[in-house]
């Protein structure tokens, strides 16, 4: 069974810090293209960032940039989101997500782009 599995959400305060992480198993992800996205309640699921297979690429979305890192470790079969200088209106569900397209780079903003998805952790931004 293919799974994305999301952790290290929870809550904290206004320009502060969280690392989440998304660990794959059931197939490797290591040539994928893999993506973090973000829905907050009541509006649509919102691209955050993504990264090429190897690592050697990233894209971020204007609202995150200077402040998301997104990262990965191929044989650990896992992708991160380091979030700095949080704002309240960071808080959203956080989902990754993997392009099961071999080799893929890091420009697929859509969700219809990705092929599988994590269950998603809840991150709180207090002011």
């Known amino acids: 069974q293919v799974q994305l599995v999301e952790s290290g959400g929870g809550l904290v305060q206004a320009g502060g810090s969280l690392r989440v992480s998304c660990a794959g198993s059931?197939?490797?992800?290591?040539?994928?293209?893999m993506g973090w996205f973000r829905q907050a309640p009541g509006k649509e699921r919102e691209f955050v960032a993504a990264?090429?297979?190897?690592?050697?690429?990233?894209t971020y979305a204007d609202s995150v940039k200077g402040r998301f890192t997104i990262s990965r470790d191929n044989p650990k079969n896992t992708v991160y989101l380091q979030m700095n200088r949080l704002k309240p209106e960071d808080t959203a569900v956080y989902y990754c997500?993997?392009?099961?397209?071999?080799?893929?780079?890091?420009?697929?903003?859509?969700?219809?782009?990705?092929?599988?998805w994590g269950q998603g952790t809840q991150i709180t931004v207090s002011s």
């Open positions: 990264i090429n297979w190897s690592g050697g690429s990233t």
């Open positions: 059931g197939r490797t992800f290591r040539s994928d293209a």
């Open positions: 997500a993997a392009r099961a397209t071999a080799y893929s780079g890091s420009y697929y903003r859509s969700p219809r782009d990705y092929n599988y």
